[in-house]
């Protein structure tokens, strides 16, 4: 009876774990869909050109052929040289960008929640929620650079006890 009821017991995981097998498979066949993209995207310069789409194939033998941009690579990482491409190679940087901002949305989204939870704590309970979506604005938007100049000029100071002659 006992052994019936172990059977029973890996019956019911098997079944969870073909199912969750199953929805893996189709939440991320899209990467499959993907490979070459991504193989571009780790390897431009080893990636062969006839198995990419025949619309950026001249431009990636055209990037391959370029010894500059393969030194390039080699100085400055995978990380930040995407920014290089362009306006040279206008397909293979609207492939970047596409490779680039499947990552780094949920990266931002997890980001711009972590701001969140460590400024709405209980010690700072009483922070509305007009003033946390301005931190969090803040907080997402990283190359944030205020006109000093502008808001000067904006500003109208009132000087107090000058004298006037």
């Not at 059977?7 to 899209?30: G, H, M, N, P, S």
């Not at 789409?53 to 390039?72: H, N, S």
Request: hydrophobic residues 40%; contains cysteine; proline residues 3%.
């Amino acid at each position: 009876m006992r052994a019936t009821r172990l059977t029973a017991d890996l019956d019911q995981y098997k079944d969870k774990i073909i199912e969750l097998l199953q929805e893996f498979e189709w939440r991320f066949q899209v990467f499959g869909e993907l490979e070459k993209e991504f193989a571009f995207f780790r390897s431009p310069f080893t990636v062969k050109a006839s198995d990419m789409p025949a619309d950026i194939q001249l431009e990636i033998i055209d990037l391959q052929c370029d010894y500059d941009m393969k030194q390039k690579f080699a100085s400055v990482g995978i990380d930040t040289f995407y920014q290089y491409l362009f306006p040279g190679y206008p397909k293979l940087t609207s492939l970047a960008a596409k490779v680039l901002s499947m990552f780094g949305t949920t990266y931002l989204c997890e980001q711009a929640f972590s701001v969140m939870n460590i400024n709405k704590t209980k010690h700072r309970s009483r922070i509305s929620n007009a003033h946390l979506n301005d931190i969090v604005k803040c907080a997402a938007t990283q190359d944030f650079k205020p006109d000093i100049d502008a808001l000067v000029k904006a500003k109208r100071c009132q000087v107090s006890g000058a004298s006037s002659s």
